[in-house]
């Protein structure tokens, strides 16, 4: 079974920075890619940041590219989101999240449906 645990939000004011940590349990976390996404609310879950199990695909959403670094440590079984000059629009519970199938090296992928399993999510809140 496959278990997600998200962890590091907070509250931070504009400008600055968190990084979220998704703690990966119930399979090997090196053999699958890994995505963050975010929700707020009254909005749909989006697309943040994803990283294929080889970590030579990163995609990003537009909002945070240059802003935000998502890596992974497969000794560790964690994936990161390093998120950095934060704003207000970045406002949002942040949920990590894995494909059910390993597929190429550089597979990350950026729709939801493509992911299966969820972690609980963490709050992130950025003041003015």
């Known amino acids: 079974q496959v278990q997600l645990v998200e962890s590091g939000g907070g509250l931070v004011q504009a400008g600055g920075s968190l990084r979220l940590s998704c703690a990966a349990s119930?399979?090997?976390?090196?053999?699958?890619?890994m995505g963050w996404f975010r929700q707020a609310p009254g909005k749909e879950r989006e697309f943040v940041a994803a990283?294929?199990?080889?970590?030579?695909?990163?995609p990003y959403a537009d909002s945070v590219k240059g802003r935000f670094i998502i890596s992974r440590d497969n000794a560790k079984n964690t994936a990161y989101l390093q998120m950095n000059s934060l704003n207000p629009e970045d406002t949002a519970v942040y949920y990590c999240?894995?494909?059910?199938?390993?597929?190429?090296?550089?597979?990350?992928?950026?729709?939801?449906?493509?992911?299966?399993?969820w972690g609980q999510g963490t709050q992130v809140t950025v003041s003015s």
């Open positions: 999240a894995a494909p059910r199938t390993s597929r190429s090296a550089f597979f990350a992928p950026v729709n939801k449906d493509e992911y299966a399993y």
């Open positions: 119930g399979r090997t976390f090196s053999n699958y890619a």
């Open positions: 990283i294929s199990w080889s970590g030579g695909s990163t």
